[in-house]
Structures are given as structure tokens and as C-alpha cells.
T-cell receptor, first 114, second 111 residues
């Protein structure tokens, strides 16, 4: 299995809702990442998990809450989002965090906040 | 964050080679050069990476200047499926290194 699987593919949520995005990989990768991508812009890093521990938070608002329950799973919990949070949310993984290997990205969850 | 400079867009004819340039004048000795591409409606896809020597794989070749301040991604025979945004990224090594995307080059491939 050489894929990163993200679910759901599309999500519409209200500003008072709580929802979660899920990311899964079975490549034995020990680093996992969340990125946010607005239309026609490059992906922006949100969080880095290394060996299931949060190692980088790029000053992301607390309405986004990441969780890494085990080495194969990464969740992003969403609460009280704003319409400007509508974007493509990408998950990625890599063997390590040392810059020596490539990332594998999922196809993303397209989130719309209404 | 480390900054790379790429042309906004390039065009190529199908089955011709494509050379995508990237400047990374602030690169340090331990920074790797990574290339990714993003096809429409998909997540980014790893293409190739290198440190000092030129690198080849099944997708592309990476030519790195001797001073490492620039590099060129070479697609040997462009196809319509290679139309994408290509990102050149200067990535530090280390336990908390980040992959930070710049604006990339949008490659159009025509018949």
C-alpha cells in the first residue's frame, strides 16, 4: 500500500458544527502532516507530527485541533469554523522528518464552511 | 522560511523535453532541493529530490548547479498528463524540517 487515504473527500459544515477529517497511511511512515490549500494558491503547512507527537504547529487557530491516535492515523478536528476556512485540506506522510525523503500526499478533503 | 524563485508559467509541446528552472540563492549546505507537482484536483505528487549531484528517476531528472544556487527539473518527453503546477522547494534537514511550498510554475503542454 503506497497511498495516503483521506476521508471524506467533500465536507460541507455550518459554523457551529463539529466535524473531523481523517487521514490514514500503511507505509510505516513516522511523520505525518496537515496542509491547507486555498484556490490557486500553494499548500500551506499547518501541523507536523513526528513519531505520533506534535512537533510543529504553524500558529494555527485553536478551532483546528489535530490528533494522532497511532502511527497510521491522523485526524483534524474542526469546531466553530469560519467561511474563510473553506479550502482543500491535504494530509501527507514521510518516512522520517529529516528532509531525506519525499512526502506522499493524499487527494485531500474539500471543505466548505457555510 | 527558505524562498525559491520560479517562472509563473511555461509552455511546452508534447513529446518535447521541458526544462523547468528554479533559483534558490539562499540555500545552505545541508538543504535538499525537492520538486513536487500538482495535477488539477489532486494532492501534490513527489517528483524528485537531490543535494549536490544530478539525480535521475523514472519521472524526471534533476540538474543541480555546481554552486547549488539553482536547479533545473527536466522532463525528457512531455505528455499532456504532465500539465501541472511544479513546485521547487528548498528543504532543510533536521528533525523538525518543513516542506514549504512557493508559488510554483504552471506547465502547459500542447499538441
Amino acid at each position: 500500500d503506497t497511498e495516503v487515504t483521506q476521508t471524506p473527500k467533500h465536507l460541507v459544515m455550518g459554523m457551529t458544527n463539529k466535524k473531523s477529517l481523517k487521514c490514514e497511511q500503511h507505509m510505516g511512515h513516522r511523520a505525518m502532516y496537515w496542509y491547507k490549500q486555498k484556490a490557486k494558491k500553494p499548500p500551506e503547512l499547518m501541523f507536523v507530527y513526528s513519531y505520533e507527537k506534535l512537533s510543529i504547529n504553524e500558529s494555527v487557530p485553536s478551532r483546528f485541533s489535530p490528533e494522532c491516535p497511532n502511527s497510521s492515523l491522523l485526524n483534524l478536528h474542526l469546531h466553530a469554523l469560519q467561511p474563510e476556512d473553506s479550502a482543500l485540506y491535504l494530509c501527507a506522510s514521510s518516512q522520517g522528518v529529516g528532509g531525506l525523503d519525499g512526502y506522499t500526499f493524499g487527494s485531500g478533503t474539500r471543505l466548505t464552511v457555510v | 522560511d527558505a524562498k525559491t524563485t520560479q517562472p509563473n508559467s511555461m509552455e511546452s509541446n508534447e513529446e518535447e523535453p521541458v526544462h523547468l528552472p528554479c533559483n534558490h540563492s539562499t540555500i545552505s549546505g545541508t538543504d535538499y532541493i525537492h520538486w513536487y507537482r500538482q495535477l488539477p484536483s489532486q494532492g501534490p505528487e513527489y517528483v524528485i529530490h537531490g543535494l549536490t549531484s544530478n539525480v535521475n528517476n523514472r519521472m524526471a531528472s534533476l540538474a543541480i548547479a555546481e554552486d547549488r544556487k539553482s536547479s533545473t527539473l527536466i522532463l525528457h518527453r512531455a505528455t499532456l498528463r504532465d500539465a501541472a503546477v511544479y513546485y521547487c522547494i528548498q528543504r532543510p534537514t533536521g528533525t523538525a524540517s518543513k516542506l514549504t511550498f512557493g508559488t510554483g510554475t504552471r506547465l502547459q503542454v500542447t499538441l
